[in-house]
């Protein structure tokens, strides 16, 4: 007996399924009957089947069994396990519980309120009375009819069970079997038909469940239920018996009273059976390790047969028991022993070795008389001839009752041992298919997919073991082995270079010290300074001997990871099992034949596991035992060194599915860091895994986060698989719960428990690594705002076989796991905190890091403390005491935490996490109930842990305000992983999360501040035209409209608020957004306050110009009656002249040359209208007149210098050699002979000056722009010579329009000039005397064309901030002098341009007293410079660099003032259209009303025009916000110019953007907006035409309504009414003056109103093509030449942001606000780029910079010089004491992005040459960048 039990492979005992066969003695007379004959008619047969129908309808199961999609794990996780209102309810509720590992979910089905419905449902009135006493019930003598009809129609528990298994899925079955294993409830093995279906025999269901149990020998054996051999007792019953058979088998497997085979005394045990009859249960018994006293000594596999075994339902299934069993107990009363028959049909269905026994039972009312008795005595002479032994029969009576359950157990006992003894061989549940095909019955595992799934799975499997079992995982999966942890290695020490070295600094400072002390006192400062600066400057070389550069350790490390992925590669393209056997069985999408291949594969490999594990674990244990015994040091060194062998063998050795998944993520890798060096087939056999595997994990399959044994995380593959899952869930929000603790304190199974998952300890070893499982939020909890939980699994800290990095590998992984938590349980085995003391100190020094992430941010990680293996009533009574030694125990170590990490203010642990003492810590008692392996799951345990869980997803998740996605959770754990590895967790982990939120931001509060700006504009718009059709008290006007104005923005800024706040209060990233709430609101105050002072100042601009013009219509006003009068005379001069009428065209040639004649008579402007130069150059002679000779001498620098270096960046645009010249102290491009153009230049502008010096009168102004060309030309010949150009006729046009510039400066030197007047020709160019402006467009017609070209660059060099301040030369000191005075001036000069900038902005036309203000403003800012006082040069110096800055505007200014006050000018833009008109209509003889509406319609028009022009820029800008996505915020701007860059890939364009920022965002800016508004497109007018269109319909649609609405009555005064009121209805959207429609009307006679109305209305529709036209023609440069505020500027403002650049790199400041820094928000950039891009050179070998500023930042050593340093060594990590405003976080490990490195590679040649410098010394990782890395790296 004992040896076959050695053969057992046996499980842990699940308790499920119990017998319900007793209940047969109350069951009605249909189901006696139905046992009783095996005859069953068709009537019975199909009621049994409507009865089996209606169960599966009032369970809601009967979708599931009519379909092939059956319930999968996520479809039970999404249910509630509180909802059991009803019976569909059921189902979910016994799955839930049993994923819970609840057994008591299996019995406790029916709910109160599942019975009150029932009971209604049956209308079934319940007593009186809640409790009727049963001797009442007795002695009444009445009986309840209806009591019987309430326990058929409840449900049954093994009736559910089976359904419920029937419906799942084959995957969830196996789940469920697991779990039932492990409750020790009883498995369904064979289930009989049900429905329409096959009996069904279970094994595929089984093969995931394990059993460990200890064999005979005392080894411990741990396999798959379905493999050992182990003997099988059955038992079953033939007809009624007294004593239930399942509570019998019970007290056989245990002596507890644990339901494993459900009986009539469990929950709900009466109720009616209806599916569960003739179905097999199977459960395991294994006797514990120490066997004295007990009963059986064997393993055992039970099976129990459910109904009774004589009838014909149970059939197939007695005889698959009778022919797989070691053992059959029968079970039969006396009252039927007389057919000798039924054991009969038992024997005969035996197989050869079956043993029978036997056991008789009685009623309780049988009495033993002599029939009886005589009757037991022929049975057993029966038995006896049937070679069934007299110690096979039992009896459960004696001759005065029936025996005691113990004296009965133990006989049986007694009988089976004896039995099994005399057995040599029995079978495994796998060998029962061949019985169960012989019987017809289906196997669930011969499923065609299923059976190929095996079939490759095998053939893998055999591959694997062909060569040995030793090494499994280097042999069979090499990518993950020696190449893949060798490479982590390499990859930590990229980012922490904790072995690279600068041997030689200690000599250097060694050199130091001795020079030191040999100087004398005198030299000791000067020899000090000199000695510092060549030991920085050494310091920053990188090829100095014996001191090792950053980049080039960071490219031999970078280059030897290369090669381990070369050779990842090289082995992935290999014949392999991973690309050869297992990629090529997995399809996208994931098919169920693929997941039956999964789980094959990791069954088999288990089983490989399970087998070779064992004996290299004894072999470790053997090593041990030998160290610890020898005492010899020499030969216990050789045994540690075996031991070490014999250790890394066994990991080896150990091989899951999780390695294969492992695989497949380190070929992803490989491919992914080699780019196109893998073959065509491998990159489309790998491009497809990150979607399956995201499938997978949406199927509930973990992913690996961190690989168990190189202790890295393969980031390319995570993010890609997150990408994925992105992908499919959308933004659906994400709480992540993770868990730490001890190894083997049992997190995996907390986590199993709690949510039903299926985290697997792995065959014979913990959890190595950290893995993620996926599942839905559950509708129980639909209330919160979280879609998903994501479940992070860890192995455990304190692992033995770390050894010495041990607490390194502890703190990383404590880190990671609070890190990525939303909420960290804590787990904590036992009570004794002390034990846990070093793993507290990790989760400590973890939160304390999270704190110093989250300090402005009030968001704290949560904790719960979980202490396991501690009995409910022991922590009930010490629970108090228990939490104050927790307490304690946290303080301490966050004490001696905050001072290891420098923060000595956390003292207590409650500053580091919002922590809870009653509610935050758990007591949950032990696992098993009582001893294993028979003891079952406590259900206390699972109480205790939804507990936790309910307070986790009620109370913790509802508090959480930070929602992750998916997205955002891979970004999330790459700043993780950085930080780890970085040894920098708290900025990487900010950086990425604030970035997100702060971005969130801005875009929001870009919408809101554009709103409240756009409805500001829109308000100005419409009162821009009440001004103009204002003729009196406009000052009143004026006055009110700014009270209207502050009204109305004022409800806007209200608005603008509410939509902020609600911002703040509902976005999911409310907590990380509130620390820049205030600076937000500031924000929205002061644009708020712009707004309103830009639209009153617009307001008061247009008042101003409407008053000129009122002033201008009473002076015109007899002009225009003369004119009229003129044009009507005219008419009928030409009229009378000829017969032939003359076509419109004609009339317009003869009417403008009248007109023309006309317009002498009309003066043109005012006399005081001077130039702009002047006034400038009078104001400052004025206020400079004591300094009037250093005035001239310092305006003629700046003028010379001005067009100087016009000529060079006109001379550098058309060259076609394009090289560098440095040292001009101004930012253009020249050449390498710098001399020679130099020298050019300098004497073109000498000859200019000579050529203007030495006019005389007698020589005129034409004859010295001649000379002036000439010299112009002769120059460029010399140029010529040395260069080469292209276009050479446009740079000679740009060379004459410079040098007629400064000529025209040193002319009006000599004599006064009056300016051109600007409308016969253009002015190309500010500032040029109109004689050089005819000479220039005589000798080059294309000048126009060329600066419309070059205005831009022009422009920008005019507008230039670039003041060149020197501190020495430029100021004074009152007394010691500051340290950081140039910082000082450097922002008041900044201040200063905007404060002139924005004054330039607000005023009308152009006054002396602006000069004054901006003179005022340069004295205002010395006053604001304590300490200092600037030099007379210095002010007069800015003073005219000022002016210059400001003149383009002024003169813009000023030329629209002067058009406003040219009377003419006003006269012909406003008359010559209604004139025109009338003129026509006298010609043509119009009636009166046609010839009205003629004139109206044109006057009209215009102001239709003037609207539409007015709202033009606004609109545009909204239009081009919404649907340009490149110019939507600054982050997304500059992402798109990055990319633009790279597509053109031309050095010019990035060298524009490196060196003139600004002009770079300007320019593509304005191709954005230019390509959506201007680009021609195919059969369509341009975006801008379509909007003008609209704009133009609309609003001439609006005025047509306003023409025909209402039509007064016909009289003398009609008219002019009609007049008024239509003028009154379109004032608001039309700037239409009353009286110039009534002077218009004047001498026309309206006979019909209502024909006058109805031609205004036509005309004017028609009129409506015109105006489109004309919109039509519009381009680019008209829209800017109209709009001071234009799209662009408006646009512009949105998305340029902070324009800073970093000091040291250039790259820019990601901030989206200008002038930030005021308000004390420092410059920050997302990524610096090397210091090559910011002109930074090695001080020795002049080489550019490969470095990052972001590591130098962190150097102590490193150090730079510029001219802000005066050229002394400054350390680079003291950079604030230069550039406060600016925040660089130093980090070693920080390296340049992608795109800059392959910037580098690329145009390293062109880029030197510009700079003048010696090529920089590239690493040679970086040339394998490839353009798509570039691109993919941009992030901003």
Not at 117 to 143: C, L, R, W, Y
Request: glycine share 4%; proline share 3%.
């Amino acid at each position: 007996m004992e040896k076959a039990l050695e053969n057992n492979g046996a499980l842990e005992v699940c308790k499920e399924n119990a017998d319900n066969s007793e209940s047969s003695m109350k069951v009605n007379d249909e189901e006696t009957s139905y046992e009783k004959f095996e005859n069953i008619s068709l009537t019975k047969d199909n009621q049994t089947l409507k009865r089996e129908e209606e169960l599966f309808s009032k369970l809601g199961l009967t979708k599931y069994m009519e379909r092939n999609d059956k319930i999968s794990l996520q479809e039970v996780m999404s249910k509630s396990l509180k909802k059991r209102n009803s019976m569909n309810d059921i189902p979910w509720y016994v799955f839930l519980k049993m994923l819970m590992i609840d057994y008591r979910g299996r019995d406790e089905i029916i709910s109160a309120e599942i019975e009150s419905s029932f009971s209604t449902d049956q209308n079934i009135q319940k007593p009186e009375k809640d409790f009727i006493d049963d001797f009442e019930e007795i002695f009444s003598g009445k009986v309840e009819d209806d009591s019987p009809k309430t326990l058929f129609s409840l449900p049954h528990p093994m009736d559910v069970l089976v359904a419920i298994i029937l419906c799942s899925s084959d995957f969830l079955r196996q789940i469920l079997c697991e779990k039932l294993f492990m409750c020790k409830l009883s498995i369904p093995l064979v289930i009989p038909p049900v429905l329409r279906e096959e009996s069904v025999f279970l094994l595929w269901s089984l093969r995931s469940t394990v059993a460990k149990f200890t064999l005979p020998g005392g080894s411990l054996c741990e396999t798959s239920v379905v493999d050992p051999h182990i003997p099988i007792v059955s038992c079953l019953r033939l007809g009624e018996i007294s004593r239930s058979k399942s509570k019998f088998l019970n007290e056989i497997l245990n002596d507890q009273s644990h339901p494993t085979f459900f009986h009539r005394d469990c929950s709900n045990g009466i109720n009616t059976r209806i599916l569960s009859d003739g179905t097999i249960e199977i459960a395991w018994y294994f006797p514990p390790e120490k066997t004295e006293n007990i009963d059986l000594s064997n393993n055992l596999a039970l099976l129990n047969l459910r109904g009774d075994g004589k009838s014909a339902k149970t059939a197939k299934s007695v005889e698959f028991l009778c022919k797989i069993s070691s053992i059959v107990l029968v079970m039969i009363d006396v009252s039927d022993i007389g057919n000798s028959d039924n054991i009969d049909s038992i024997r005969t269905k035996l197989s050869q070795d079956t043993k029978l026994i036997v056991l008789l039972t009685k009623q309780p009312t049988t009495k033993l008389d002599e029939t009886i008795t005589e009757r037991i005595k022929k049975f057993v002479e029966s038995l006896k001839c049937k070679d069934i032994q007299r110690e096979n029969i039992i009896f459960d009576f004696n001759i005065r009752s029936e025996k005691n359950i113990k004296h009965l157990k133990n006989e049986i006992n007694n009988v089976i041992n004896k039995n099994l003894a005399e057995r040599t061989k029995e079978i495994s549940l796998e060998d029962c298919i061949e019985v169960a095909n012989s019987l017809e019955i289906r196997v669930d595992e011969n499923t065609p997919e299923c059976s190929k799934s095996k079939k490759l799975a095998l053939s893998v499997v055999k591959e694997i073991c062909k060569s040995g079992m030793n090494n499994l995982k280097a042999k069979n999966l090499p990518l993950q082995c020696r190449p893949w942890q060798e490479w982590a290695k390499l990859n930590t020490e990229k980012h922490r270079q904790e072995n690279r070295g600068n041997q030689n600094m200690g000599s250097f400072w060694d050199r130091f010290s001795n020079e030191m002390r040999k100087l004398g006192q005198e030299l000791l400062l000067e020899k000090t300074n000199m000695l510092c600066g060549t030991l920085l400057n050494n310091l920053s070389e990188p090829i100095s001997e014996g001191n090792q550069n950053m980049d080039s350790f960071l490219d031999k490390i970078s280059n030897e990871m290369r090669k381990l992925r070369q050779e990842q590669l090289l082995l992935l393209e290999k014949p392999n099992i991973l690309c050869g056997r297992l990629l090529n069985n997995l399809s996208e999408p994931i098919s169920e034949e693929n997941l039956y291949f999964l789980q094959w594969m990791k069954l088999l490999l288990d089983k490989i596991s399970r087998q070779t594990l064992p004996g290299l674990q004894k072999k470790c244990s053997k090593k041990w035992n030998e160290i610890h015994q020898c005492e010899d040091v020499t030969k216990q060194r050789d045994l540690r060194v075996e031991l070490d062998t014999s250790e890394r063998e066994l990991a080896e050795s150990y091989l899951g599915l999780e390695h294969f998944m492992r695989e497949i993520a380190q070929a992803y890798e490989s491919v992914r860091y080699t780019g196109k060096e893998a073959s065509d087939e491998t990159l489309k056999l790998i491009q497809c895994l990150p979607s399956m595997m995201a499938e997978l994990m949406l199927l509930g399959y973990p992913l690996e986060i961190m690989d168990g044994d190189a202790a890295h995380i393969p980031m390319k593959w995570v993010q890609a698989v997150l990408a994925q899952v992105s992908k499919r869930i959308g933004n659906k929000k994400i709480f992540v719960v993770s868990v730490l603790g001890i190894q083997s304190s049992g997190k995996s199974t907390l986590l199993n428990a709690m949510f039903g998952l299926q985290f697997a300890v792995a065959a014979g070893r913990c959890t190595r690594g950290v893995f993620a499982q996926l599942l839905p939020v559950s509708s129980e909890y639909s209330g919160t705002s979280y879609d998903y939980i994501l479940v992070v699994d860890t192995e455990g800290l304190r692992a033995a076989e770390l050894g010495k990095e041990k607490i390194h590998h502890d703190n990383k992984i404590a880190t990671l796991v609070i890190g990525l938590g939303d909420i960290t349980m804590v787990n904590v085995k036992g009570e004794n905190v002390s034990e846990m003391e070093d793993v507290l100190e990790i989760v400590v020094h973890a939160l304390m890091k999270m704190s110093l992430v989250n300090k402005n941010l009030k968001l704290q990680p949560s904790c719960l403390f979980i202490h396991q293996n501690v009995s409910a009533q022991d922590a009930s009574q010490k629970l108090r005491i228990g939490q104050q030694k927790l307490i304690e125990t946290l303080d301490k170590v966050t004490k001696a935490a905050g001072k290891q990490e420098d923060n000595p203010q956390y003292t207590k642990f409650k500053q580091l996490i919002d922590f809870d003492i009653n509610k935050d810590i758990w007591y949950i008692p032990d696992l098993w109930k009582g001893d294993p392996p028979m003891a079952p799951v406590n259900p206390g345990y699972s109480e205790n842990v939804d507990g936790v869980k309910q307070r986790l997803m009620t109370d913790i998740m509802q508090k959480r305000s930070l929602h992750l996605t998916a997205d955002k959770f891979s970004a999330r754990l790459k700043d993780l992983c950085h930080g780890i590895l970085d040894q920098n967790f708290v900025f990487s982990f900010k950086n990425s999360l604030e970035m997100d939120a702060y971005n969130s931001l801005e875009r929001e509060l870009s919408d809101i501040l554009w709103s409240m700006k756009s409805t500001g504009m829109e308000w100005f718009n419409s009162k821009r035209n009440l001004i103009g059709n204002s003729d009196d008290k406009l000052a009143k006007l004026c006055h009110d409209l700014e009270s209207e104005c502050r009204k109305h923005i004022d409800n806007a800024f209200q608005e603008a608020e509410k939509k902020l706040d609600d911002f703040f209060t509902t976005n999911e990233d409310r907590s990380i957004l509130e620390q820049w709430r205030a600076n937000s609101s500031l924000r929205l105050k002061t644009s708020y306050s712009d707004i309103i002072n830009s639209v009153i100042g617009n307001v008061k601009c247009e008042t101003e110009k409407r008053k000129i013009q009122v002033q201008q219509k009473k002076v015109m006003k007899t002009y225009i009656n003369t004119t009229m009068k003129d044009a009507q005379k005219l008419a009928e001069e030409l009229r009378q002249e000829g017969q032939k009428k003359l076509s419109e065209e004609e009339l317009e040639l003869k009417f403008r040359e009248k007109w023309n004649e006309w317009m002498k008579d009309v003066p043109q402007k005012e006399t005081e209208d001077l130039s702009v130069v002047e006034k400038i150059s009078g104001t400052l002679e004025r206020h400079f007149k004591h300094d009037f000779a250093l005035l001239k001498r310092l305006q003629e620098e700046r003028c010379q210098e001005t067009a100087r270096d016009n000529c060079v960046n006109a001379v550098e645009r058309y060259s076609a050699d394009r090289i560098y010249l440095s040292g001009l102290g101004f930012k253009h491009i020249l050449y390498k002979d710098r001399e020679i153009v130099l020298k050019f230049i300098n004497r073109m502008m000498e000859n200019v000056k000579g050529i203007m010096s030495e006019m005389h009168e007698e020589m005129n102004q034409e004859q010295c722009a001649q000379k002036v060309l000439g010299c112009n030309y002769e120059t460029l010949q010399k140029l010529n010579e040395v260069l080469r150009f292209n276009y050479v006729h446009e740079l000679q046009t740009c060379l004459a329009i410079f040098s007629f510039q400064y000529a025209s400066y040193s002319y009006s030197r000599i004599s006064i000039f009056e300016p051109g007047q600007g409308n016969d020709q253009e002015e190309v160019a500010y500032g040029i005397l109109p004689v050089f402006e005819q000479a220039l467009l005589k000798r080059f017609p294309q000048a126009k064309d060329v600066m419309r070209k070059f205005k831009p660059e022009l422009m920008q060099q005019t507008r230039s901030k670039n003041f060149i301040f020197d501190v020495e030369k430029h100021t004074q000191m009152t007394e010691g002098k500051p340290s950081n005075v140039k910082e000082q001036v450097q922002k008041l000069l900044d201040n200063l341009f905007d404060e002139v900038e924005s004054y330039t902005d607000k005023v009308y036309g152009f006054q002396e007293l602006y000069i004054e203000e901006i003179i005022h403003k340069i004295t205002a800012m010395e006053s604001e410079c304590n300490g200092v006082n600037f030099t007379k040069t210095f002010k007069i110096q800015l003073a005219i660099y000022l002016c210059q800055f400001s003149l383009p505007k002024f003169c813009e200014k000023q030329k629209r003032f002067v058009q406003d006050k040219d009377q003419r000018f006003v006269y012909e833009r406003d008359n010559y259209g209604p004139c025109f008109e009338r003129f026509k209509n006298f010609y043509f003889k119009f009636i009166n009303e046609q010839a009205l509406a003629n004139v109206l319609s044109e006057r009209v028009g215009k102001g239709i025009e003037n609207a539409v022009n007015m709202d033009m820029a606004r609109a545009l800008a909204k239009d081009v916000k919404s649907n340009v996505s490149q110019l939507q915020l600054k982050p997304v701007f500059l992402k798109s110019v990055l990319h633009q860059l790279l597509e053109v890939d031309e050095f010019e364009e990035f060298y524009l953007y490196l060196t003139d920022y600004c002009a770079s965002l300007e320019k593509w800016l304005c191709y954005y907006i230019d390509e959506y508004l201007f680009a021609e497109q195919t059969n369509a007018p341009n975006r801008y035409t379509q909007i003008a269109s609209q704009k133009v319909e609309s609003l001439v649609s609006e005025v047509c309504k306003e023409i025909v609405s209402q039509i007064p009555g016909n009289n003398e005064n009609s008219l002019p009414l009609w007049i008024k009121d239509f003028q009154s209805r379109v004032k608001v959207k039309l700037a239409l003056p009353e009286d110039d429609l009534l002077s218009l009307s004047e001498g026309y006679e309206i006979v019909s109103l209502e024909t006058f109305s109805e031609h205004f209305s036509n005309k004017l529709l028609e009129h409506q093509n015109k105006i489109k036209e004309i919109f039509s023609t519009h381009t680019a440069d008209d829209h800017k030449d109209a709009h001071e505020d234009n799209v662009y500027k408006l646009i512009g403002i949105e998305v340029k942001g902070c324009t800073e650049r970093c000091p040291f790199c250039s790259a820019p400041c990601s901030r989206n606000t200008p002038g930030h820094e005021k308000g004390g928000v420092h410059h920050i950039a997302v990524e610096h780029y090397p210091l090559a891009c910011g002109r930074y050179v090695h001080f020795l070998t002049k080489k550019l910079v490969t470095e990052n500023c972001t590591a130098l930042v962190d150097s102590y050593f490193c150090s730079f010089t510029n001219d802000e340093t005066g050229f002394w060594g400054s350390r680079y990590a003291s950079y604030k004491n230069l550039y406060p405003d600016w925040d660089i976080h130093g980090d070693a490990s920080a390296d340049a992005t992608p795109y800059w490195k392959w910037f580098l590679v690329k145009y390293e040649a062109e880029l030197a040459n510009r700079f003048n410098t010696a090529r920089p010394s590239i690493p040679s990782s970086w040339t394998r960048i490839t353009k798509e890395d570039a691109e993919n790296s941009i992030v901003l």
